[in-house]
């Protein structure tokens, strides 16, 4: 089972980016899948997640109101749409798949087990 993100690169401060989580070897449907990001010298943080059931989403409170996540099983992909991108937006994006959707427990890494490579989002003037 292999996650690819893809989607990311350089967009100016208020510029918006949509970055694709390709799955292969196996299909989404039964995973919460999760998107994490880590800036230059940062730890890797949580962004947003997607339940498998129902779809229902969880964000980041930084994220509240400018990015959307959502799936689409029939592709087995999965979408993080990121408008008013900030420059402290600027990290590696990386999605990933996990078997439970807790709300206590979405964002941290250990809840999910299969990762994808990540992809760059650089915001700067």
């Known amino acids: 089972f292999q996650l690819q993100a893809s989607g990311g690169g350089l967009v100016q401060p208020g510029g918006s980016l949509r970055l694709s989580c390709a799955a292969s070897?196996?299909?989404?449907?039964?995973?919460?899948i999760g998107w994490f990001r880590q800036a230059p010298g940062k730890e890797r943080e949580w962004v947003s997640c997607?339940?498998?059931?129902?779809?229902?989403?969880v964000y980041a409170d930084s994220m509240k109101g400018r990015f959307t996540i959502s799936r689409d099983n029939a592709k087995n992909m999965v979408y993080l749409q990121m408008n008013s991108l900030k420059p402290e937006d600027t990290a590696v994006y990386y999605c990933?798949?996990?078997?439970?959707?807790?709300?206590?427990?979405?964002?941290?890494?250990?809840?999910?087990?299969?990762w994808g490579q990540g992809t760059l989002v650089t915001v700067s003037s």
């Open positions: 990933a798949a996990g078997p439970t959707f807790d709300l206590g427990t979405v964002s941290s890494l250990r809840s999910y087990d299969f």
């Open positions: 070897g196996s299909t989404l449907d039964y995973y919460t």
């Open positions: 997607v339940g498998s059931s129902d779809g229902s989403a």
